[in-house]
């Protein structure tokens, strides 16, 4: 089991609650239902507890989804390093491949975490209760199938890419921005800022895949929506397109830390990494 994936399952239980915000704010059609009154509502109804609604579906989530994307990576950096060398370009194909064979891996879970997380929110004769996660994917496999373990797969495997991709090269482009200001040097405040900066982008870009993802994941058999694209323009034309962005501030607030701790965490690891182990194995960083 990688050790990476083992060291985030503390970390859901100060994330989930900000992922079940997400979810509901993402599933509330039209205009109404803002940040504020969707806190107050779970707490009126279910107290703390409410916020920590499909932990186990959360865990299984990061089982399935964290172990396939580091295992893919690592591998795939061994490979990618054939000619002795491992520039930039590769180690970002790497995290773009691993990040969509996670996001196909992770799926059920992540069905099972979104209605899990939305359950609260429907009245109680269309709540699914499901007991816990493994419940909830067989409940789904009988009742809808082997293909409904895997409803939303597009929209998550899309979601997944984009959010590597447009987190290192973001990362990237802001910290030769920031550089250029002279009031940054190659540290720990041009890693932080450029990392939040990143953060922002990679939110904001993946958003209406998120959106598109809960909607569908969230959906029974008699869904509405029939593929990635005809789901995004059945959300804009019915909600406009500030609906697609629906949970953008408990998603950010989510990501901005593990985005930052994730790039200072890779600035050592260069460091260390190509210092040590890819001098002895005569690696090289391009």
């Given at each position: 089991m990688s050790n990476a994936s083992v060291q985030v399952y503390p970390a859901n239980f100060f994330t989930h609650p900000?992922?079940?915000?997400?979810?509901?704010?993402?599933?509330?059609?039209?205009?109404?239902?803002?940040?504020?009154?969707?806190?107050?509502a779970i707490f009126a109804q279910q107290g703390v507890r409410g916020f920590y609604n499909g932990i186990s579906a959360?865990?299984?989530?990061?089982?399935?989804?964290?172990?396939?994307?580091?295992?893919t990576?690592?591998?795939?950096?061994?490979?990618?390093?054939?000619?002795?060398?491992?520039?930039?370009y590769r180690m970002a194909l790497a995290g773009i491949a691993a990040g969509a064979v996670g996001g196909i891996c992770?799926?059920?879970?992540?069905?099972?975490?979104?209605?899990?997380?939305?359950?609260g929110a429907l009245p109680a004769a269309?709540?699914?209760?499901?007991?816990?996660?493994?419940?909830?994917?067989?409940?789904?496999?009988r009742a809808e199938g082997p293909r409904g373990l895997f409803k939303g797969a597009v929209p998550n495997v899309s979601r997944a890419m984009l959010m590597?991709?447009?987190?290192?090269?973001?990362?990237?482009?802001?910290?030769?921005?920031l550089q250029t200001t002279g009031w940054f040097g190659d540290g720990l405040g041009l890693h932080f800022s450029a990392s939040l900066l990143s953060?922002?982008?990679?939110?904001?870009?993946?958003?209406?895949?998120?959106?598109?993802?809960?909607?569908?994941?969230?959906?029974?058999?008699?869904?509405?929506?029939r593929n990635m694209a005809q789901a995004m323009a059945l959300i804009v034309r019915e909600e406009g397109v500030?609906?697609?962005?629906?949970?953008?501030?408990?998603?950010?607030?989510?990501?901005?830390?593990?985005?930052?701790?994730?790039?200072?965490?890779?600035?050592?690891?260069?460091?260390?990494?190509?210092?040590?182990y890819a001098t002895r194995n005569r690696v090289r960083y391009d």
């Open positions: 900000l992922d079940l915000l997400k979810v509901r704010l993402q599933t509330t059609h039209g205009a109404g239902g803002g940040l504020a009154p969707v806190v107050r959360a865990v299984l989530r990061q089982l399935t989804y964290s172990m396939a994307r580091f295992a990576y690592e591998e795939l950096k061994k490979q990618l390093a054939f000619d002795g060398a491992l520039p930039f992770g799926t059920p879970a992540d069905i099972v975490l979104v209605r899990l997380q939305n359950d269309q709540r699914r209760n499901y007991a816990n996660a493994f419940d909830g994917l067989l409940r789904i496999g590597t991709g447009s987190q290192l090269c973001s990362y990237d482009g802001f910290k030769q921005l953060g922002f982008v990679a939110t904001t870009i993946t958003s209406p895949f998120d959106v598109v993802k809960t909607r569908v994941m969230n959906a029974g058999p008699q869904s509405p929506y500030r609906a697609l962005y629906k949970g953008w501030l408990p998603s950010f607030t989510r990501m901005a830390p593990q985005t930052i701790l994730t790039f200072i965490f890779l600035e050592q690891f260069r460091n260390v990494y190509w210092s040590s």
